[in-house]
């Protein structure tokens, strides 16, 4: 993990926010946060030498948890604090009961308040007590609310003292409003007390609790999950193949088929099987069996055998071979790989993490195309005629159907967020999907105000810049500068895609429209170098960067972006005094630090070349990483290799590529991949 912003001013590094993606991505998948970390208990030794030390096997308590929260409470009544951890995953209760024996004494005390509020919170309570040796000292607890992470201790206090102290009295500062303070007498060690605010303390012994050893039973799972939405998420067109293998669209607006008529008002099934599944030919031997109870609902049986790009011959025969074995009245066919990325894609909205799809799996949509049930497992027929209902016709209180209890609900906290199909589709790589729901929200006139509307212009601006779709890019950009006119840097990204679309003219037309709108010009100079840069034009950006830096001097962003310009444009002299310029004005730009050291390792101008100067500077870059950077590593193994190092420099390149593997960083991995093979062979890299 990068390190994090130590406030809201510092620029978030890239890395960091990658870093973040990928940590959510493991989590969605049902991974642990902590791995396979055992949990820790740590002594308090009480001396300034060391002032822990870690007990946690002698306690047996470095169990392999992935531990969210743990409350101590007397659970057995016998004086001694137990332990309850709750976990994220299984178990997710864990009871350690403490039979330690130790010479020492206790006492336990609720407090209930009067005047103050009745649960005493915030009431502090201090317990004096004297020694033998006639020293005295004070222990105290606090009554708290919302204290612990996904728990809560108890209210009651416990204390714990030495076997040779005895209670002298103990002290009450209740909370406002009511008396400050309440002096209590007459308590006994080794017992449980109740007392009320302006009260005598009353013992309240119960018996103690035996709870039988044994292992923890485990349900076996239902054969069946059924999951309704209160907030129903869009799906949005649904390709597949027909059973003559022609490409059609089950489109999930309005009911409309891909010719834009009413295809049904009717609520769709889609369910997926298998041709070797037979729970799939179970569930549909039912579902066939009663057809007609079902003529309110659309059937759609789609085949998984052949959910890839170029699906086996062999694969489509056994789907025509195993629906022709029984009757089948309802539309069937071959499940396209995006419909089934697309679902379970939504599915994860829905239900997080995500997981594999297991087999039989269907999801009910309403006639307007949105997801309002998922199904894993076979589909029950009569809960399917209520789900069908339910899905035509929304309850007026949706939460009292979908919740198996009552209760009230947050949903006016959280209303739906109709963009949330949108970044789940994104994150998870699925641009193409991304970009046709982003069309849909708006064909569809979605969106209740222009903040709205304009963000999803902007999103699918970049989507169709990404997709290559230079034109639709442009065509997007001109549409959100509509909303916003007055934005230059929507007319800096829409002179970008105009460029990218071969069209000059109008692009520089809109690169002077920004420099109009732009409040100050170094930094608009320093954002059209940016552009220019990304489009591969590195003379334009370095005139641009240089115009920025003659606006604004001692700039150490637009001073390292100088010297990149001057990198690409065939300048290593400008670069080298430029990267270590911009490192001066501000020592923790890292990315300055390590093309200074790159360029000093690789350069092919020897008059330029300081190999001994890339190292150091390499080495303490790779420290205050923590060696966690694939692409400082990968300037460290240059340095390495340009010293003669070229041992060193193998095993740092082959970590970083074993780094960039785990950060997904494949670009990174296709250019140190020929530089590994250089330093095995015992030649440094140059350029």
Not at 32 to 50: C, D, K, Q
Not at 272 to 286: G, H, I, N, T, V
Not at 338 to 347: F, G, N
Not at 520 to 545: I, M, T, Y
Request: contains cysteine; neutral net charge; aromatic residues 6%.
């Amino acid at each position: 993990m990068a390190h994090s912003p130590e406030s809201a001013a510092e620029t978030v590094p890239g890395e960091y926010t990658r870093n973040w993606d990928a940590l959510g991505a493991l989590i969605a998948q049902g991974k642990s946060f902590s791995g396979r970390e055992r949990n820790a208990a740590f002594v308090n030794l009480g001396t300034p030498e060391v002032s822990f030390a870690t007990a946690s096997g002698a306690l047996h308590l470095d169990q392999i948890d992935d531990s969210r929260a743990v409350i101590p409470v007397d659970w057995d009544r016998d004086g001694d604090l137990d332990l309850w951890y709750a976990n994220r995953t299984g178990p997710r209760l864990r009871f350690l009961r403490n039979d330690v024996v130790a010479g020492s004494r206790w006492i336990a005390l609720t407090l209930e308040g009067r005047a103050a509020n009745r649960d005493a919170v915030g009431a502090r309570v201090e317990l004096t007590l004297r020694a033998t040796d006639g020293t005295e000292r004070t222990l105290w607890r606090r009554v708290r609310a919302g204290d612990s992470f996904l728990s809560q201790t108890p209210k009651t206090l416990h204390f714990g003292f030495r076997e040779d102290e005895t209670i002298i009295g103990a002290v009450v500062r209740w909370p406002a409003p009511g008396p400050p303070t309440q002096v209590v007498t007459g308590l006994e060690p080794g017992h449980h007390w109740h007392l009320a605010e302006g009260g005598a303390p009353v013992k309240r012994d119960r018996p103690q609790l035996t709870l039988a050893a044994g292992p923890a039973a485990v349900p076996e799972p239902p054969e069946t999950v059924r999951a309704p939405l209160v907030n129903r998420l869009p799906v949005g067109p649904l390709e597949y193949f027909t059973l003559q293998g022609d490409k059609t669209v089950l489109e999930g607006s309005a009911g409309k088929d891909a010719a834009g008529k009413i295809a049904t008002t009717r609520p769709v099934l889609v369910l997926f099987w298998a041709s070797w599944c037979p729970r799939c030919a179970r569930e549909m031997k039912l579902l066939a069996a009663r057809s007609r109870e079902l003529a309110g609902v659309r059937l759609l049986a789609l085949a998984v055998d052949t959910a890839k790009a170029d699906p086996e011959p062999a694969a489509v025969e056994d789907v025509r071979r195993a629906l022709a074995s029984h009757p089948w009245p309802f539309d069937a066919g071959f499940a396209a790989p995006a419909t089934v990325r697309t679902l379970a894609t939504v599915e994860a909205r829905a239900l997080y993490p995500e997981q594999a799809l297991p087999l039989p799996s269907a999801y009910l949509l309403d006639p307007e195309g949105r997801l309002a049930v998922i199904y894993h497992g076979p589909v029950e027929i009569d809960t399917l005629l209520r789900d069908a209902a339910f899905a035509t016709t929304p309850p007026a209180d949706p939460e009292a159907t979908v919740f198996p209890f009552p209760g009230r609900s947050a949903r006016s906290l959280f209303p739906p967020d109709s963009g949330g199909l949108i970044r789940a589709l994104r994150d998870g790589g699925y641009l193409d999907d991304a970009r046709s729901e982003l069309r849909r929200l708006l064909d569809g006139g979605s969106g209740e105000n222009a903040a709205t509307r304009g963000s999803w212009l902007r999103q699918l601006a970049n989507l169709e810049d990404e997709a290559g779709e230079a034109a639709a890019a442009a065509a997007a950009w001109t549409q959100a500068i509509a909303l916003s006119p007055d934005d230059p840097a929507l007319h800096l990204a829409l002179g970008a895609s105009l460029w990218k679309a071969q069209r000059p003219e109008d692009a520089g037309k809109a690169f002077a429209r920004a420099a109009t709108l732009a409040p100050s010009p170094a930094p608009f100079q320093n954002q059209l170098g940016k552009v220019w840069q990304a489009l591969g034009e590195h003379a334009r950006a370095r005139d641009a960067f240089a115009a920025s830096l003659a606006a604004a001097p001692g700039s150490a962003e637009t001073t390292f972006n100088l010297a990149v310009a001057h990198q690409f444009t065939g300048d290593p002299a400008r670069a080298l005094e430029g990267y270590a310029t911009a490192l001066k004005l501000d020592p923790a730009l890292l990315e300055s630090a390590n093309n200074l050291a790159w360029l000093l390792a690789t350069t092919g101008n020897k008059a330029l070349r300081n190999p001994p100067r890339a190292l150091t500077l390499a080495t303490k870059l790779n420290q205050t990483t923590r060696g966690q950077s694939p692409i400082v590593l990968n300037t460290l193994a240059a340095a390495q290799a340009a010293t003669g190092d070229f041992a060193a420099a193998t095993a740092t390149a082959t970590a970083a590529i074993t780094l960039a593997h785990a950060t997904g960083a494949s670009s990174l991995i296709t250019e140190i991949t020929p530089r590994l093979e250089s330093y095995k062979k015992g030649a440094a890299w140059t350029e």
